[in-house]
């Protein structure tokens, strides 16, 4: 399979930002995000969303059903009940998940044949944000098309599309759903395999797989040491879990474990760590499960899907095993999108996002953990060897922050930040990338670079940076 290369000039320029703000300003890229109790993480808007939501997915004479998870943000009990009640209100029943990891909402969405899901979470960020992610009945992420088409409509007059008083919908919670989970995620473990004698650190990060992570490696045979399990509503994501793998890092050498698992806040990212204390993040990962999958003749189309993030060092490796990379823009989504088109089964994101269509219909942070467990237990070798497949080439990434969001389009387009991405593109001249996107969820400007010499790499991000600094800051 031949798939097209994109230059890093073009990668450079926000060309896909422009098209999808043609059409939403509501939804980013990965559902609706932002501040807790500030537009539009306010219940009015959540209503709303969960009013038009459940009209856009009203399709035919049955009952209606939808389930909302959420994560362990306090900001939660504010979000939960006012979708809630946007959907009782125009006749859609309630099934309530309370804390569940984000696949768990896919995965019960297609479970109990309901004809939407909810999940609210800002997965890796700090518990002052939160978020609303919606898959289909399928257990997708809505398309671009349909969000538009959900946004549209909560701008229009809903008051006479309300529910009469004997049509309002009903609400119930299901008590099982991490139980129902649990059972189906151990089906990517290989029958026969345990994980007995391995001793693993396990960092729930304090977010919504803090019960089950630890119980499902617990009960295929692993000796748990539980971290990040301990969730107030406000240290979700807080010096723990996959965005601060240095917590876990420390308690794999104290307790002198085998390896450490990391998930983020609603675990669908993941990252670990070797017996040594180094960090093995998505790319090495996607590496493993990639090799073993194509050796096994399960790899379709000897292809992996990943972002304009993951490391070169990946690419060649892939590329010395016969397996070819495409690229997409960052974001899960367009991770499935590009997989979905080429039909492949394996694709993710550098930050830990590993999706496996054979077993998931999005991200999933602890099954990706038992794919890499599996390779691990079948090479009786240490995580230090089976995991870290392939050298890394100097890759540097610099936030610049804005005064205002606004203006992130205006700042790439200025001349003299276009003339300093032009000038470090000549000095990496063919023997790196570079890539300059802007946050979609913070007022940020990402910089990133990479090549095999890393003082060149250093000079092109300072040089890249400081210019966009001088233009947005």
Known sequence: MTWPRLPARWLSQPRWDKVRAMTRKLFGTDGVRGRANLEPMTAETALRLGMAAGLVFNRGGHRHQVVIGKDTRLSGYLLEPALTAGFLAIGMDVVLLGPVPTPAVSMLTRSLRTDLGVMISASHNPYQDNGIKLFGPDGYKLSDETEAEI??????????????????????????????????????????????????????????????????????????????????????????????????????????????????????????????????DGDQLMGVIADCWAQDGRLHGDCLVTTVMSNLGLERYLQSRGISMVRTQVGDRYVLEKMREGKCNLGGEQSGHIIMSDFATTGDGLMAALQALAVLVQDKRKASEVFRVFEPVPQILKNVRLNDIARAAATLEHADVRKAIAAGEATLNGKGRLLIRRSGTEPLIRVMAEGDDAAIVQRVVDDIAGAVAAQGG
């Not at 693993?200 to 045979?221: F, M, Q, R, T």
């Not at 971290?227 to 240290?235: A, K, Q, R, T």
């Open 151 to 280: 946004e549209a409509l909560m701008g229009s007059d809903l008051n006479p599309r309300r529910a009469a008083p004997d049509m309002l919908g009903r609400a119930r919670r299901l008590d099982d759903a991490l139980g129902r989970y649990a059972e189906f995620v151990k089906t990517g473990f290989p029958r026969g395999r345990r994980l007995d004698g391995l001793k693993i650190v396990v960092d729930g990060a304090n977010g919504a797989a803090y019960k089950v992570a630890p119980a499902v490696l617990w009960e295929l045979g692993a000796e748990i040491v539980p971290i990040g399990v301990s969730p107030d509503g406000f240290n979700i994501n807080k010096d723990c879990g996959s965005t601060h793998p240095q917590a876990l890092a420390k308690e794999v050498l104290a307790h002198k474990a085998d390896l450490g698992i990391a998930l983020d806040g609603d675990a669908d990212r993941l990252v670990m760590v070797d017996e040594t204390g180094e960090i093995i």
